[in-house]
């Protein structure tokens, strides 16, 4: 098992910037890549950025290319996502996952319980 938290959402004014976090634990965190999904009411949970194992590949929806930025620090188990030039489509639940597969975008198996992020217009 993983056990998932992630830290950091809040309101915040469109174009400002938030970072989460999501701090790992159980099982080496260095042998799952890692995904930070959203999901706004009524909409279905999408996949916004993805991280590979080591680092060295990455994923991003073309909605937040070039505005967000996701990082890994395998020697503290913890994922980040640096979120700049927020829009207020940008406001959702924002969920870490983590998958043990070698593709990113599917195959998730463990979920945070998601931290709210508000942009506001």
């Known amino acids: 098992q993983v056990q998932l938290v992630e830290s950091g959402g809040g309101l915040v004014q469109a174009g400002g910037s938030l970072r989460l976090s999501c701090a790992a634990s159980g099982r080496t965190f260095s042998n799952y890549a890692m995904g930070w999904f959203r999901q706004a009411p009524g909409k279905e949970r999408e996949l916004v950025t993805a991280?590979?194992?080591?680092?060295?590949?990455?994923y991003y929806a073309d909605s937040v290319k070039g505005r967000f930025a996701i990082s890994r620090d395998n020697a503290k188990n913890t994922v980040y996502l640096e979120m700049n030039s927020l829009k207020p489509e940008d406001t959702a639940v924002y969920l870490c996952?983590?998958?043990?597969?070698?593709?990113?975008?599917?195959?998730?198996?463990?979920w945070g319980q998601g931290t709210q992020v508000t942009v506001s217009s």
């Open positions: 991280i590979s194992r080591g680092g060295t590949v990455t």
């Open positions: 996952a983590a998958t043990g597969g070698r593709t990113l975008d599917r195959g998730y198996d463990y």
